[in-house]
């Protein structure tokens, strides 16, 4: 998939791209997809029946599900009253079955105490992912968090012991232990463990209005909770911690409770430019 920008003025008949009369958009119309956007200050944003976060400058950032539906409505108000809507259709995707054997069975069937266990460190998570600043560090060209052979990625269906699994949400680099994992925006650390159940090593770090990258399987965990980091600061190590079949680093891209693909950032998010 090429690089798309979408310049939508959402005025109705009017195709000029004009920020302070709708929003401006960058990003990838897919499932998986994130948009970032540019629109008039004091404007209001709404995907679908929710109502997004608009920073004090005018940027927003949104997202599409896995299986999100193909249709999906946008409406900007301006500060003036006026109201505007735009019909995005998103374009089509399929995804990869993937096959693994030889995960320990415990991981696979947890007894009890380990889903217990499992519930409640996924609740730490969702409450890491829930927290949503002013900052908006994401319009920082992205860099990739480690150097490595892709080995799995956004979307597929995981078979595990010849037990489907879920969908697999992160992009799976491949890379010895010990490989440094950097961040790849600018954020800050929300959420560090070194030992949660699935994901072992665990760093979650949030970039402004809901949108976080989560790093996981990490043999080491090289920052803490509060932390302000700059985008290439080594966050932890490559390792096989958690529920891993070997070496690798699963990195995650969220927008709140929204798993995104990390492909798709890497690939629409090199370069980020809006007009004036």
């Not at 209001?44 to 029946?49: A, E, F, G, Q």
């Not at 072992?200 to 399987?217: A, C, K, N, S």
């Not at 911690?241 to 690939?267: F, K, Q, S």
Request: aromatic fraction near 6%.
């Amino acid at each position: 998939m090429r690089k798309t920008m979408l310049a939508l003025s959402l005025l109705l008949g009017c195709t000029s791209a004009v920020a302070s009369e709708g929003i401006e958009l960058i990003g990838a119309p897919t499932s998986g997809g994130l948009m970032i956007g540019k629109t008039e200050v004091g404007a209001t944003v709404r995907l679908n029946d929710k109502t997004l976060t608009v920073s004090e400058a005018g940027y927003v950032v949104f997202g599409f599900a896995r299986d999100a539906a193909t249709s999906q409505q946008l409406t900007v108000t301006l500060p003036d009253g006026r109201v505007h809507q735009q019909q995005l259709t998103l374009a089509d995707r399929s995804y990869k079955i993937d096959r693994i054997e030889g995960v320990p069975q415990r991981t696979v069937t947890p007894d009890p105490k380990q889903m217990e266990r499992a519930a409640r460190e996924a609740k730490a998570v969702r409450a890491a992912r829930a927290q949503h600043s002013q900052r908006t560090d994401f319009l920082t060209p992205v860099i990739a968090p480690a150097k490595g052979r892709i080995s799995g990625v956004y979307g597929s269906q995981r078979i595990y012991n010849g037990k489907p699994g879920n969908p697999h949400y992160g992009q799976d680099i491949a890379a010895p232990t010990g490989t440094p994992v950097a961040v790849v925006w600018p954020g800050e650390v929300v959420f560090a463990d070194s030992d949660l159940f699935y994901s072992g090593g665990t760093v979650i770090v949030e970039h402004g209005l809901g949108l976080t990258t989560t790093y996981i399987h990490l043999n080491s965990v090289d920052v803490k909770v509060g932390e302000r980091l700059e985008q290439g600061h080594r966050i932890g190590t490559v390792g096989a911690t958690g529920r891993a079949t070997g070496p690798h680093l699963d990195w995650r891209v969220n927008w709140g409770d929204v798993r995104l693909d990390p492909a798709l950032v890497l690939e629409h998010f090199d370069s980020i430019s809006f007009s004036d």
